[in-house]
């Protein structure tokens, strides 16, 4: 009994995947020091059929990313022990790490932060308060590009 789609991909929009003979959800990494966003974040995930996991600094950020390899990150730049900035950097140096998609979740002034972000390797950014659209756009955006194909291109097969 097949799936109507290879390899789970256009299922929920990509945002379940075929691991074998198992439909998982993608994996979104949640880097942010307040419980708060923690909370909200994941329960926007969650409705949306993703499987949020969390990292509350930048030390734990690149343990957990490591550890999970999440499809993307959301990365908020106030960070205790080190601004996000550093994380990203550090993210976007690590060979294993580099493919991820990083979107930075940010209160910080987003003219310039959104630049200096991009300018590390940043995917996109969503400025807090989240506003569940934009966030789910952008993230969207960033997992359908995520294979190297524009959003909304499907790849064929001759």
Known sequence: MGLGCEAGVGLEEK????????????KILIIDDSVDSWH???????THNFYPVWAPDGMQAMTAA?????QAI???????GGDGFVVLERLKSNLLLSDIPVIVVTVRDRQEAEEKARRLGAAAYVSKPVQVDA?????????ATQDGAPVGVTASMD
């Not at 966030?135 to 997992?143: D, E, G, I, R, Y």
């Open 15 to 26: 945002k379940i995947i075929r691991k074998g003979r198992f439909l998982v959800k993608q």
């Open 40 to 46: 909200l974040l994941r329960t926007i995930l969650q």
């Open 66 to 70: 490591r550890f999970h390899h999440p």
């Open 74 to 80: 959301l990365l908020d730049l106030g960070l205790p």
């Open 135 to 143: 966030l789910m756009a952008s993230l969207q955006s960033v997992l």
